[in-house]
């Protein structure tokens, strides 16, 4: 393995019966990341299911229940690696109710991968993928569409679904979209080229996943620290060493560089950025390290240490896309804890402004009630300022959870606007 | 800087350490639970990292079968010695002896489920808060499903159904008296992540894992070492093999496969080529398919 390689997260999301386990089983089946044993595992359960040959999806079953069921009830990681690459899928269930799985599996994605199948087209789970895809701002979405084997990989049925898809996603923001036609039963247009469908001039999937441009994707112009913990060994050797512990959120960090405290707004001089194997002259997200200043000033927890020439704003009252995780629906008034990089606060939603009908992607005000999976735009007023920016320009320092203090539960996620 | 991006194993460890750096905020009382296997060592390699140059604020927790490799406790004791920190130990035969729990039977019998009583029992003793480990993802399907800060109520159980989400890396820790979390700083390494790190860092690992020669016996399609704890029956038969283990655990139920990589490089190219996982030598998964899930709703490391 190559040793400058990169890691890419990567979310699936398809309704049930799209072909999404079946894809995933061909991506690991293809480039060999399958163990014999693995699957020896699933040719025994394919054999006693009656399935005629491998049934590729088994290798992605998980819990009991979900064997039992069929589907899937949980988030599920994958690992594969390709000698260009290091892949981490986050698996999301396609269910209706389960609009919080894919939220969760999409916060860390670089790409999304979203299925089609061939035969039904753009269908509103599809509208409600693409839409939660650009919520989280995943950068790169890659359409597939699937079971191109059922339609006689006809090039007619790919074209009028890229039209139904650009039609919808023009309203939507997302900087690229590519479209893939496949067939994850056969293994056409995974792994390997499809001989079924000369007319695609494009490359396989996994062609496209191992060259994704994703280091142009980090914002590496706000330099933003969040400061996790003080480091102070006060042994023999680092007497006086204060050394403020994180890990940068975008932007790039220099010695010498004039840095800004906030809330406090004291500025300093960064001093030295440190790891165990030496210091660094600069450094970059996500790099943990620990940076020291050059003059004593009062740093904790909570604190972020910025750029003095380029600052986030340090807000008391904001405006949050706010999606609801948790069973129970928020009640008026609740307080909750908000936790926002390593700075935590209380917080209480003061409005709902609308929430977004899911399947028409239309605002609704009639009703803000926020319930399980809802996806609605707030204000939020919290006790003391957290210094954000906005979501879009900024995945770590624009992204938030609220707590509910009566359940210790984390009830909502949410993106700054 | 020569790159502006990090490779694969740098962003890893970052996340990692950014994970060790949370336990540290967010609880009171966490420790690293300790088996003297490679992911628990890498987790307090890494440990190492995230609080230097203070010392690893956490104590280590082994939970002791009883049925050890003697290289693992030589390891493990000094380890700890050079890192300055403390160890607990929380002990299977004295669980036995005080009847909190009962010994299984016959050829094939392991304390591996016993651990689950001794481990929570020490937690609660400790007043842990917070128990760090190396459980990986790609270990095991129920443990895919897993999260970085895994919650566990007053009974130490995981619900796999009812986790809280986590989302982008705001980790939440928040519990009430009694509960305890455990956390997983590389959940998203692989065994082959392990390996390439090891190497990179050149961590020192116990002896087991490079090929040695051993007294070893044929059985459930790997090598089991030859002990004090070993029961042979009729057919079973001692004989020397030059082997080496793929992961550590009770010396009762670790198989090891033959083998000559005796360096860190012929290890990595080894597992590279192996078409086999790793617990597919451990007695202890083979139960039943889903004795990893029913052992992890107890709680198992």
Redesign the interface.
Known sequence: ?V?????LRFTTAGSVDDGKSTLIGRLLYDSKSI????LE?IENTSRKKGHEGVDLALFT?????EREQGIT???????F?TPK??F?IADTPGHIQYT??M??GA??ANAAIILVDARHGVIEQTKRHAFIASLLQIPHIIVCINKMDLVDFDESVYHKITAQFEEFSSKLLVKDIRFIPISALLGDNVVNRSENMGWYQGAPLLHTLETLHI?SD?N?VDARFPV??V???Q?E??RD?R?Y???VSSG?FRVGDEVTVMPSGFTSTIKSL???SGP???V?A???I?MTLEDDIDVA?GDMIVRSNNKPEAKQDLEVMLCW?NDSPASPRTKF?V????NEQKAMIKEVIYKIDINTLRRRTDDVELGMNDICKVKLRTTKPLMVDSYREN??TG???L?DDRT???VA?GMVV | ?S??????L??????A??VL??V??QFQNPVILFSGGKDSIVVTHLA????????IPFALLHVDTGHNFPETIKFRNDLVQSLGVRLLVGSVQESIDTGRVSEEKGKNATRNALQITTLLDAIEENKIDCAIGGGR??EE??R??ERFFSHRDDFGQWD??N????????F?G???EGEHFRVFPI??W?E??VW?YIKRENIQIPSLYFAHEREVVWRNDSWIPNSEFLQLDDREEIVQKKIRFRTLGDITITGGIESNADTLEKIVDEV?A????ER?NRSDDKRS??AM?DRKKQGYF
């Open positions: 393995m040793d400058n390689n990169q890691l163990f014999e044993d693995q595992a079953d998980g819990l009991r229940d009830i949980d988030v599920a990681y994958r690992y690696t690459r290091k981490i919080r799985n939220v969760t916060s860390t280091s980090l590496k996790q913990t480091l102070r060994p042994s050797t680092f060493y050394g512990a994180g890990r790039i440190d790891t165990i660094l002259d600069e970059i996500p790099m943990s620990s927890r995780l804890t936790k926002h990089t390593s995945r770590v992204s938030i959870i707590i210790n539960e984390t996620a | 800087m790159k502006y991006y990090l490779d694969y740098e962003e890893l460890e970052s996340e350490v950014y750096r949370e540290w905020a190492q990292k995230a609080f230097h140059p203070s010392k993802r790609d399907k129920a895919a499903k796999p159904k986790q809280r989400p986590e989302l982008w890396n705001l939440n928040k519990h009430f959940s998203n692989t082959m992540d390439n590279a192996m078409r086999h996982t597919g398919e889903t899930e």
